[in-house]
């Protein structure tokens, strides 16, 4: 059984109001290390087979049209999570 | 100046409604590869300096305290972006 990591995050220019709200809580607890907070999206997608290049293919088609809004996020990884990377990525 | 990604998911016998849904949709709109879908989240953490071992320490309790909720999510990867994962993940 193989096994697909999705990642989506908000696009740099976008307001990220949850990071936002993380980069404010971190000091108050006492993580005074860090100057910004981005938070966005991980998706596991696991497939029956090996994660093929068609099953990457697949998985960046799913990623653009039903996992992210292009609007305001960017998919920043389509991998294996066994290790190797897209190979158009 | 360094970034740090931490990636949470929900715990494996936890019911994700969210994941659920994707991997309805998913045949609905052609994408016939995939039996399972789990979302988690992604954060990116900045810092001044570089990713140091004290960042890493401190990004992970963050991680635990903060970014996740330890009754139904694990802290799955706590990393410098930069490639060296956490010498204790």
């Known amino acids: 059984m ?14 990220d109001p ?3 709200a993380v980069v404010g ?3 108050r607890l006492g993580f ?3 100057t910004s907070v981005r938070q966005g ?8 087979g090996d994660v ?4 990457l293919a697949q998985a960046r088609q ?9 609007v305001i996020e960017d998919v ?3 991998r294996d999570a066994a290790g190797a990377p897209e190979a158009s990525a």
Chains 1, 2 share one sequence.
């Open 18 to 20: 949850q990071g936002k």
């Open 52 to 55: 093929t290049p068609e099953v």
């Open 2 to 15: 193989g096994r697909v990591v999705i990642d989506v995050m908000p696009k740099p220019e976008i307001l």
């Open 25 to 27: 809580a971190l000091p």
């Open 41 to 48: 999206r991980r998706f596991e997608l696991e497939v029956e």
């Open 62 to 70: 799913a990623a653009e049209k039903l996992l992210s809004n292009p």
């Open 76 to 78: 920043v990884s389509v």
């Open 32 to 34: 005074d290390l860090f």
